[in-house]
């Protein structure tokens, strides 16, 4: 029976799957069965596979690519006490297996042993830490496994899944298998490792890690990659769900603020650190959705209460602060000011300000109500901040329809451009004023607008200088 078994997965890296079976292979520890997974790669992986001889080595080709090499059914047809995972287009160092081995065979309390990483290019050249770029956190110190689970919490993975000698045991009891997650799957191996075991990593350079060009690494920074890697965080944060109070509060430090009279609420405590702390937009909407689905059981909704006062109109105050999916980004918001003058210049402190809606095709309506006030004159300035133009622009007062004039602004075939951030339109009214409604079309002046403007205004610039000298000229010749 071999101690050690070896799943190799092999897809399309023909230029590289030599070198990586040759890196298993040559390993000082020989001990070992070596399990190759090709999955129905389209060059010619397989036909290098089908070139080793090794008893050693058992060959397993897919008819189909199905993207996944690691089930149940294959980690339990191992024969070993422990396996190892190896990709297609890493390799390894002559003693990672035997200096592995030896450590788990010493620690029998240690689940997994990983190993620092050398990162690799496309040509086996080591790459400096400044070049591996998302690779760069491989190497790290040891923590106990509540520090380790603080740390995947709030930076994410820094462990090589290729470097991993684990215990089948662990592997099937703990049903570490995972499908579905494209971005994080390791992440999500590691998280429910540690909620049970220790890890150690072996701080030597054993195994090289190849850094593809473009993105290419199942974890590396691509397009796939950036959509999905939202989605992947939900199942991973459910798994801290799983924690008791007392591994709870020794995961997170921070959450010692919400045990109250030494009880706390773990879902609620979890909510927070995520909607409080890590503010991200897959946390914040995890975190919602926590406090949500605790609000629904009776239980929950009391202790909730009781402990932290906190109630279901609390939530719905969170819900329309946190705007996770960037639902205003959509629309279009005028923060619109009227300021009042009663015999005397405007005041800033008597101005009401209200944050308009503008509906898609431009259209808006703002409301002043409960005024209650003699004026004598009324600016309205209608965005801060923003270059408009406006169209069909009307102001009634007390329901009846009133004049307007306005400063920094010109007329441009029907529509009243503000070329400035400080739009200013003049309300003629005097007397007692119970509410303002202002009506019309808005959109902002494009950069191209603007642009324009520029142009026109440097153009005017130099013909002025021109004329100037012009003038001189002239001025000169009538002198002599």
């Not at 990709?87 to 190993?115: G, I, M, P, R």
Request: glycine share 4%; with cysteine; proline share 2%.
């Amino acid at each position: 029976m071999p101690k050690i078994s070896i799943l190799l997965t092999s897809y399309n890296h023909e230029k590289y799957l030599r070198k990586s079976i040759d890196s298993i292979l040559n390993q000082t520890f020989k001990d070992f069965e070596l399990i190759i997974v090709d999955d129905c790669s389209t060059d010619n992986s397989y036909g290098i596979i089908e070139s080793y001889n090794d008893e050693r080595i058992i060959k397993v080709r897919h008819d189909v690519n199905i993207g996944y090499c690691m089930t149940k059914e294959l980690v339990s047809s191992f024969k070993s006490e422990y396996f190892a995972i190896a990709h297609s287009d890493d390799v390894w160092e002559k003693e990672k297996l035997e200096k592995q081995y030896k450590y788990l065979e010493n620690h029998s309390n240690v689940a997994a042993c990983f190993t620092w990483v050398k990162l690799i290019d496309e040509q086996g050249k080591e790459l400096d830490s400044d070049n591996g770029k998302v690779y760069t956190n491989f190497n790290v110190v040891n923590r106990s496994r509540y520090e380790w689970l603080n740390y995947f919490f709030f930076n994410g993975n820094c462990l090589c899944h290729p470097s991993v000698l684990m215990r089948k045991s662990v592997q099937l009891e703990d049903n570490l298998f995972v499908r579905g997650l494209g971005a994080f799957p390791d992440l999500y191996r590691w998280i429910k490792l540690c909620l049970k075991h220790d890890i150690y990593i072996y701080q030597e350079k054993l195994s090289c890690f190849r850094v593809r060009e473009n993105g290419k690494n199942t974890s590396g920074i691509n397009k796939a990659n950036l959509v999905r890697n939202y989605f992947d965080f939900f199942p991973i944060l459910n798994l801290y769900k799983k924690l008791d109070k007392k591994d709870f509060l020794k995961v997170f430090k921070e959450a010692s603020v919400y045990l109250k009279n030494d009880k706390i609420n773990i879902n609620y405590a979890l909510a927070r650190i995520c909607i409080d702390i890590v503010k991200t937009p897959p946390h914040v909407l995890y975190g919602l959705l926590l406090i949500f689905e605790s609000l629904q059981d009776e239980r929950q909704l009391m202790e909730l209460e009781k402990l932290y006062n906190y109630k279901p109109k609390d939530l719905k105050l969170e819900t329309a602060n946190n705007d996770i999916f960037k639902r205003l980004q959509d629309f279009s918001f005028m923060t619109s000011t009227i300021y009042f003058a009663n015999s005397t210049a405007y005041n800033e402190n008597d101005k009401i300000t209200l944050e308009a809606f503008v509906k898609m095709d431009g259209n808006f309506k703002i409301v002043y109500s409960d005024i209650n006030r003699k004026v004598t004159s009324i600016r309205f300035d209608p965005d801060e901040g923003e270059f408009r133009k406006f169209s069909d622009l009307k102001v009634h007062i007390n329901q009846k329809q009133v004049k307007y004039s306005f400063l920094n602004g010109e007329y441009r075939e029907n529509k009243l451009y503000f070329f400035t951030t400080d739009p200013m339109i003049i309300i003629d009214y005097n007397g007692v004023v119970n509410n303002i409604k202002i009506t019309g079309n808005t959109e902002k002046i494009s950069k191209s607008e603007l642009n324009l403007l520029i142009e026109s205004l440097n153009e005017m610039i130099v013909s002025g200088k021109h004329n100037r000298k012009k003038r001189n000229i002239f001025r000169k010749k009538r002198e002599k």
